[in-house]
């Protein structure tokens, strides 16, 4: 078991707790995390780009000019790419895919692993109650500068709460996400992981079954 400290919104230390080592003790294997997050951020890309081609463009039925006698060169159509207004040559469409897999096993593992890597660097800070009687920015800024708190956080709740919710609204660097949708992506992408104690009930709920 792995002991980690507990601490209260005030910063003060609130008694300790121990995290199986099958969950939050496995070490990192850096191919196996880069391959969950390109495909994490890959599967998660909206396809938005989506030109279209020769013969979706409207109009341009007719022969612009006669073949000959024009002095001009010969044209078919003014929907061809080379016309102003024309479709465009291999463009891109709403048809692209993607999408990587990666299995199940694989994915969680990954996300293990940078889970204990958060431990490992002591960038997981566990606290007893994360819950806020009123929505207030001052005050979820009071509790991260108790907590020591710099950089990219990301919040993990085991439960919503929309007083928490709406009290990071108006700050840049926190980042909320439910203890049960954890991803490679968002503990990458954020330098210290702040979880309530449900959280780690939440994720040992989960994941305790998961072998090293």
Not at 3 to 28: C, Q, R, S, T, W
Request: glycine share 8%; net charge positive; no cysteine.
């Amino acid at each position: 078991m792995i002991k980690v400290k507990v601490y209260n919104k005030e910063g003060n230390e609130a008694g300790d707790m121990e995290l199986p080592e099958e969950i939050f003790g496995l070490a990192l294997n850096d191919d196996l995390v880069h391959q969950a997050y390109i495909a994490h951020i890959s599967n998660s890309r909206q396809v938005l780009a989506d030109t279209k081609d020769k013969g979706e463009i409207r109009g341009g039925g007719k022969k612009p000019w006669k073949q000959k006698g024009t002095g001009r060169a010969r044209h078919g159509s003014s929907r061809s790419p080379i016309w102003k207004g024309g479709g465009v040559t291999f463009g891109p469409t709403s048809e692209r895919n993607f999408n990587k897999r990666i299995n199940k096993k694989m994915k969680t593992k990954a996300m293990l692993m940078v889970l204990s890597s958060k431990v490992k660097d002591n960038e997981l800070i566990v606290i007893d109650d994360f819950k806020f009687e009123k929505i207030s920015t001052k005050l979820m800024n009071n509790t991260l500068k108790n907590l020591k708190i710099t950089g990219k956080t990301l919040l993990s709740l085991d439960k919503k709460d929309e007083n928490v919710l709406k009290s990071i609204d108006n700050i840049s660097n926190v980042n909320i996400i439910a203890s049960d949708s954890l991803n490679v992506s968002d503990l990458l992408r954020n330098k210290t992981l702040i979880i309530n104690k449900g959280g780690i009930e939440k994720i040992k709920s989960m994941f305790i079954n998961v072998k090293k």
